[in-house]
């Protein structure tokens, strides 16, 4: 099929990308000039493993192709795919202007029939406003178009978003046509091997609803088990204990009961917070949905305060080095990341920073924590170390599961390591002569 995938942020790049490699032929379209230049050489804007090998590849092959142009493509196109942003805006509701803008460039521009989807993370109701948009434009120039608008949420993660693409734990699509339901599943099934169970279809609201409940469910687990990492502390259990005690209850299962420095990124946060306005907007309080949110703000300053139990209020003339900048290993991404977060309230107390990350140092420096004159950034993770009163652990790359902890001792001022992540195993870090900080064990 001919694509044409709006925004080029990371759902629009990656499924792009993927599309165009499953034989497709995709273009690609952003407003970022500068981007796109780049984007034509090969050269991608964001970390992610094997995409930037992939996008190469589709350059060549000219089945994946970029331009600023919206109204040079729709004219050979079967479906246009939205995924631009849809920042929060101040309220916490997703701000629409994006999308909307798009849709009336849409209905400037289109020619012939055209399935419209909404990619990009959209409150319910967003497919109509978007139809409406598509249809005044159409108006306007007194055309007769048919169009449909359907809903396609993506449920890619940072770090594995190309194996999410390529074979998905499910499709979900949305739409109120049948004929446009079954130009959806002709595009999709080629990502389904062996049976097309998990390409679900469903009415538009549903679909934008599974988005959000999909996100919101999971940081409800993240959140409840960081709760019950905070009470296991309280009574002297081990969480690392109990959640494999409830994850052995298939009901429950281990994916997503990690206990740590909350959750952060650009998907959890902020559709918590959209899918609770829905609620409130529709006359709903939404106390559980409010609570998840609320737990997880607390949580990303835990570690914060157990260094401040240890050294007091006063942190001057400390200096810490941390381990992990990005939300998540494998990415570059640090919205939202504890990190930020936690640093901030060190400085704040008058401490000094020195950070590592393999991947988010640029991103710290140049925006996350811009103008932090008491931040350094170091080469390698036994670096950071040097002159350090401690060091934090706050991403879990891989990089810093196994490290060689008598180095860890040689540069450490003293072998004190607060771990916001359980990388390690308690028992074993007292034995070895570290005082070690963990969540949710005391
Ligand atoms: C998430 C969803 O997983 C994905 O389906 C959706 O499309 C976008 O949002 P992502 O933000 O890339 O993806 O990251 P994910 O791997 O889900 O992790 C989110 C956050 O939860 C991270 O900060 C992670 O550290 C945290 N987390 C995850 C925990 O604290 N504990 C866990 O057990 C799992």
């Not at 993240?222 to 002297?236: D, K, P, Q, T, Y």
């Not at 609320?294 to 300053?301: F, G, I, S």
Request: glycine residues 6%.
């Amino acid at each position: 099929m001919n694509l044409t995938v709006i925004g080029t942020g990371y759902v629009g790049l990656v499924s792009g990308t993927c599309f165009a490699e499953m034989g497709n032929t995709v273009t690609c379209i952003d407003i970022d000039k500068a981007k796109i230049e780049s984007l034509k050489k090969g050269i991608i804007p964001i970390y992610e493993p094997g995409l930037e090998q992939m996008v190469k590849r589709n350059v060549e092959n000219d089945t994946l192709r970029f331009s600023t142009d919206l109204s040079k493509h729709l004219d050979k196109c079967d479906i246009a795919f939205i995924a631009v942003g849809t920042p929060m805006g101040e309220d916490g509701s997703a701000d629409l202007q994006y999308v909307l803008q798009v849709a009336k460039e849409i209905g400037e521009n289109m020619s012939h029939p055209l399935i419209i989807v909404d990619k990009s993370t959209v409150p319910v109701g967003t497919a109509d406003k978007v139809k409406e948009a598509i249809q005044s434009q159409l108006d306007n120039r007194d055309a007769k178009i048919q169009f449909n608008v359907v809903s396609n949420p993506e449920f890619l993660k940072e770090g594995d978003a190309i194996s999410d693409f390529m074979k998905p734990d499910r499709v979900v699509i949305g739409s109120d046509d049948e004929e446009a339901t079954e130009k959806m599943r002709t595009l999709y099934a080629p990502f389904f091997r062996s049976s097309l169970d998990r390409l679900i279809t469903m009415d538009v609201r549903s679909a934008e609803m599974t988005k959000y409940v999909a996100n919101a469910m999971l940081a409800t687990k993240i959140s409840f088990m960081n709760e019950v990492a905070n009470i296991c502390e309280l009574v002297g259990a081990d969480v690392n204990k109990v959640r494999i005690g409830i994850g052995s209850d298939s009901r429950i299962g281990y994916s997503f009961i990690y206990p740590g420095s909350g959750y952060g990124g650009s998907c959890f946060p902020k559709d918590v917070k959209a899918l609770k306005k829905t609620a409130e907007e529709n006359g709903y309080i939404p106390n559980l949905i409010k609570a998840v949110e609320d737990v997880n703000d607390k949580q990303k300053l835990v570690i914060a305060n157990k260094v401040i139990a240890k050294y007091g209020e006063d942190l001057s003339g400390k200096v810490f080095a941390v381990w992990g900048l990005a939300f998540k290993p494998e990415t570059d991404d640090m919205r939202e990341a504890p990190a930020i977060y936690i640093i901030k309230e060190l400085v704040k107390r008058g401490a000094k920073v020195q950070a590592y990350d393999p991947k988010a140092m640029e991103e710290a420096q140049h925006f996350y924590l811009k103008d932090m004159n008491d931040v350094s950034y170091h080469n390698s993770k036994y670096d950071v170390l040097q002159n350090a009163d401690a060091l934090i652990l706050l991403t879990e790359w891989k990089e810093f599961r196994s490290p060689d902890f008598e180095e860890l001792k040689k540069q450490l001022n003293k072998p004190i390591v607060f771990d916001g992540r359980n990388q390690y195993n308690h028992s074993r870090m007292l034995k070895n002569g570290f005082e070690y900080f963990q969540i949710g064990k005391k």
